[in-house]
């Protein structure tokens, strides 16, 4: 059963009407468990209404309507217990049920289905970038400066501690003994700069820096007059970048989302599941659909023969 949910827009943003999902899912709940209730006792019940009728007719007990009430009742527990032993047979591998157990058998089948499914109506790459043009759109200048400076603070630290670290500085200490050549070491062999000593005052500007470094409106604005908006950026096509240095006019969005093979990923990860749990899986998500057809078949039947029984009254041969 599908929950609707409606939002409220307000100036803060969207909020979500609380109330009426409370009041949505309370009454799907409860249709739920009548549906649960019905169809675990209903073909029990009319069994037995059934068997209390036949018994009576044998002891001689004479019911107004007995042979439509009969034909009524048998007509209700025959739509019903069929269908429960159809709907059994698409979850359970029964010895006495020939050709039962598809869903275990069909593994394969229903994983490559679903895969095609999700990626074709669910979620695919159109899909994907239309969802990020939307998050995009909305999206400031000071928005993102507030962003960054925040991603930039939770990494702040960690960057400082293993610049501080006595692998960071020995590496720097290597890299100075190679890259400066000559000058390093005449520097070195004259004590007016030895390696240590330039590879601490190098972290200690370092840590200046990433210690005061934050994000500005300037920065941003600089960048977005050389590269454009990060909506430009993403999604227009011939970028200077990827032309450069993967020599492709794509976007960035259309790269990196053609690298994703969603039916893929789906079917890798159904893969892995137990055809027990794909079946459980399945049976979960529609096990109050399933109840309903058990219900519905009784219903049905006992309509059908209602009607078949007054139609041979009407019409005798």
């Avoid at 290597?174 to 004259?190: C, S």
């Avoid at 096990?287 to 058990?294: G, K, M, T, V």
């Amino acid at each position: 059963m599908s929950l609707e949910i409606s939002f409220i827009m307000k100036s803060d943003g969207r909020q979500t009407n609380r109330q009426e999902i409370f009041m949505s899912a309370d009454t799907n709940n409860s249709l739920n468990k009548a549906i649960r209730f019905l169809g675990r006792y209903l073909i029990l019940t009319v069994f037995v209404l059934l068997c209390i009728v036949l018994f009576a007719s044998a002891a001689g007990i004479v019911f107004p309507f007995s042979p439509f009430v009969v034909q009524v009742l048998l007509g209700g527990f025959i739509g019903g217990i069929t269908n429960k032993i159809a709907i059994r047979m698409l979850f359970e591998k029964d010895w006495y049920l020939p050709g039962s157990g598809v869903l275990l058998k069909k593994q394969r089948e229903i994983i490559e289905s679903l895969a095609t499914t999700v990626e074709a109506h669910l979620i695919n790459r159109e899909m994907l970038q239309e969802e990020l043009r939307k998050l995009l759109a909305p999206m400031k200048i000071d928005k993102v400066e507030k962003i960054l400076n925040q991603v930039i603070a939770e990494f702040r630290d960690d960057v400082r501690e293993y610049l501080k670290t006595g692998k960071t500085r020995d590496e720097i200490t290597l890299t100075l003994r190679t890259r400066l050549g000559f000058l390093g070491k005449f520097l070195n062999a004259t004590r007016i700069k030895e390696y240590e000593e330039m590879a601490d005052t190098i972290v200690a500007e370092l840590d200046k820096r990433i210690s005061d470094f934050r994000v500005s409106r300037q920065m941003l604005a600089k960048t977005i007059q050389r590269i454009g908006t990060l909506e430009d950026f993403l999604f227009k096509p011939k970028n200077e970048l990827l032309i450069k240095h993967y020599h492709s006019d794509k976007s960035v969005a259309e790269l990196l989302l053609q690298k994703i093979n969603i039916r893929e990923m789906v079917f890798d990860r159904l893969s892995e599941y137990e055809p027990e749990q794909v079946r459980d899986i399945i049976e979960d998500t529609i096990r109050a659909h399933l109840l309903w057809l058990e219900v519905f078949g009784v219903f049905l039947g006992m309509l059908c023969s209602g009607a078949v029984a007054l139609l041979q009254d009407l019409f005798p041969s």
